[in-house]
């Protein structure tokens, strides 16, 4: 099997169609059986999902544009962004979060006659891991998916994420700062039960040399804090 950083592709895979994909289909939804560090979480990453989706409706509107949401997840940013008529493909190594997020989209963006409106593309989902996504499009997004690789591993998946964006790349990451390492440390004190896969955090400068070194810039950045969610966003473009 193919190696992500130091445990094993095929662990993520495992973890996110099982515990994994309980777990964060709780963090994500609505409902309230969430423990008040889950809700904590929920609520950073919708500011995530919220500021990832001002940045690309900056340049203009988003109808008609080409959309890659690698690591999808149950859909979070998928569906919102076929809302503003991008032309969106979503894929996630997880079958069943790619499932849950067709499901959601469904529900979302069908209307009771089973129409959609007239300015919604349905996105296409697709069960896919980062390596083996193809294909050009004008803009490539990547949320909180990076922490699953070490920055050994980070650099060639930015490399690859860049060569399939014609005009831009989005990216988020748990930032390697001194605060959110100590937490870290905290956290693998005390593993809980559904204690996640290994996790990676990411210095900027870091992801900075990855995207120079396939001749992008970071054009816009923010950071997203809760009490128990950071998360770095980044826009780059070609250089
Ligand atoms: N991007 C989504 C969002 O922000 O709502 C989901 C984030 S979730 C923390 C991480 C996702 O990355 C999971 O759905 C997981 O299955 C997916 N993932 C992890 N490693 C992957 C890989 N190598 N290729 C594709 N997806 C991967």
């Known amino acids: 099997a193919e190696e992500v950083g130091g445990g094993d592709k095929e662990v993520v895979r495992e973890y996110f169609n ?12 609505e ?3 969430v ?32 959309v890659c949401d690698a690591g999808c997840g149950t ?35 069908l209307t009771g006659q089973d129409e959609l409106s007239p300015t919604v593309v349905m996105p296409k989902f697709e069960v896919k891991d980062l390596e083996s996504l193809d294909g050009k499009y004008d803009t490539v997004v990547c949320l909180d998916v990076l922490i699953h690789y070490p920055q050994s591993k980070a650099d060639g998946m930015i490399a690859h994420l860049a060569s399939l964006a014609d005009n831009r790349l989005i990216l988020s990451f748990a930032p390697k700062t001194f605060y959110y390492d100590l ?10 039960p559904s204690k996640a896969t290994r996790a990676y955090l990411h210095a900027e400068a870091d992801v900075e040399r990855a995207l120079r070194k396939v001749g992008w810039k970071i054009r816009k950045k923010g950071l997203i804090t809760t009490q128990f969610y950071f998360s770095r966003l980044i826009e780059a473009v070609p250089a």
Do not use: C
Not at 99 to 108: G, N
């Open 183 to 192: 937490l870290k440390r905290v956290g693998e004190l005390f593993p809980g």
């Open 35 to 66: 423990n008040r560090v889950q809700l904590d979480i929920r609520i950073g990453h919708a500011k995530t999902v919220e500021n990832a989706i001002l940045m690309l409706t900056d340049e203009g509107s988003l109808k008609g544009v080409s």
């Open 31 to 33: 409902t309230d059986d």
């Open 18 to 29: 099982n515990t994994g994909f309980q777990r964060w289909k709780k963090i994500y939804g």
């Open 75 to 109: 859909g979070s940013l998928a569906i919102p962004l076929a809302k503003e008529g991008a032309v969106v493909t979503a894929t996630d190594i997880s079958a069943a979060m790619v499932a849950e997020a067709e499901k959601q989209a469904r529900e979302e963006l």
